[in-house]
Every structure is written in C-alpha cells, then in structure tokens.
C-alpha cells in the first residue's frame, strides 16, 4: 500500500511540470508549513507570484472532502498573500486548486462554481499568457 505522503510529493512534482508550460521555474514547494503556522504554495517557481496553488491526490473522494479542502486552500492563499506580500497587500492570491482520484486526469478548481479539465485550465492559462498553438499545416 502506498505511503499517502509520498503520494501526494508525486503529485506535486507531476502538477509542477505541468506549470512549467507557463513558468519554466516552476517546482514543488519543499516549506510546507512554516514555523509559523502558515501554509506555503504546493507549487512554486514564479507560480506563487500569480497563484496559490493546492494540489490534492485521492483514493477515494467526496464531495464533503473536496469542499473542505478548497475552503482551507481559500483560508491558506489568504493568509499566506498576507504575509508573503505585507508591504503591497492587494488581496489574497487566485486560489488554484488540483486534484486527481487514482486512476483518474487531473480537475482543476479555481472557483467553487466551476470544475475545469486540466485541458481547459491550460487553454485557459495559454490565452492568459499569450501561448498560442501551432496549428498543423496539411
């Protein structure tokens, strides 16, 4: 059986590659919760710049779950934007969360209302940064 911890370390590097689309830079969080209590990003690398990233594995997964980890993944964004941009607080960060249930692609939530695919998160992220694709040419 495997161990839920490195799970979940699994996860975060496979989501931080997927990043790299956008943020070359973009690696898994080795700060987990500081000494102060506040949790940093799961993804960083010049992502944490733009968003509070959250990235959840499952076995198994309920509603109820999925609900309360977005609402600490709300709580967390806010109070990490606090202090990591004291001086020039502008509001918490865009919360992202990402998650999978084995043997399942990745969903992404970045509001409560609206589960996007990771293909439709990228399209979105790809129009936010100016990535354009290159259409086949027959």
Request: glycine residues 6%; proline residues 4%.
């Amino acid at each position: 059986m495997p161990n839920s911890r490195a799970k979940g370390i699994r996860g975060e590097l496979e989501v931080a590659k997927m990043f790299r689309r956008w943020f070359p830079k973009a690696e898994r969080s080795i700060l987990g919760q500081t000494r102060r209590g506040y949790e940093f990003p799961d993804i960083v690398g010049g992502v944490e710049e733009h968003f509070f990233v959250e990235v959840k594995r499952y076995k198994k997964l309920t509603l109820k779950q999925l609900t309360n980890h977005w609402k600490k993944a709300l709580s967390d964004a806010e109070e990490y934007s606090i202090i990591a941009h004291s001086v020039a607080y502008k509001g918490p960060l865009p919360t992202v969360m990402v998650w999978r249930v084995d043997r399942s692609d990745w969903r992404v939530w970045m509001d409560y209302e609206n589960e996007l695919t990771w293909q439709e998160f990228s399209d979105l992220m790809d129009a936010e940064f100016g990535i354009i694709q290159e259409k086949e040419v027959k």
